[in-house]
């Protein structure tokens, strides 16, 4: 524990990259879901396209290619969630045997406690934790969804079918941004293991991961065919 104690206070630099990591993490959630009305996220952007979608929904006949999306949709859900649940395995199985990463530390002259390591990869296997949870959610609300859809009348002419289909496509939203925000656990959680090599891997961490979900959200090709079919 003393030499825990002594290696924290003479790294000053770890407090102030992971702080920094946190801040970028949560900063560029917010501004994703809450851009300018100038310059909106690729998210803002597929929720009109989602709520256009429930209205094209109302007048389909027969509403089987709708279903199908949802299926494929709520699959890629079940999927990274899966996925998260077996890389926790791995952090956990590492984090609770660090003696591989030890051994390596101990062969370049790396002197960091055991714990040290096991604290880098908890901050790991908490993004990893936080990103099953929302894929986990998205694909529960993305049910909640396909049923709400299945009761939307087929007659469009329904007082109560567009009103329905609003409420379909409120919760087709929620669901993608659950999963918008578990696809950027897993990001951080990459940067995160930048942490291993010190404070200069999780700063060149955050600097990566930081462009890169800023770029795919406000930067991307994607993003400008999207504009292109909305102006």
Known sequence: MFATLTFMQSEPMNFIVFGLYI??????????????????????????????????????????????????????????????????GGVLALAGNPTTIQGVADQVGDTTPMLIWQAKLALVGLFLGNGFLKFVWANRVF??????????????????AYPMAAQAAELNIRAAMNFNRGLRSVYFALGALGWLLGWQGLLAGTLIVGWTVWSREFASLPRKIILKETV
Not at 24 to 42: F, N, T, Y
Not at 56 to 82: E, H, M, N
Not at 143 to 153: D, F, K
């Open 23 to 88: 801040f970028v993490w949560i900063a560029l959630g917010w501004w994703i879901e809450h851009p300018g009305a100038k310059h909106p996220s690729v998210t803002i952007l597929m929720g009109q396209r989602r709520r256009d979608w429930m209205k094209v929904f109302v007048t389909r006949d027969p509403r089987i290619f709708d279903s199908q999306i949802i299926s494929q949709l709520r699959q890629g859900t079940a999927f990274f969630a899966s996925t998260s649940i077996l890389a926790i």
């Open 143 to 160: 049910g909640y969804c396909a049923v709400m859809m299945a009761a939307v009348p087929n007659d469009p002419k329904d007082p109560s």
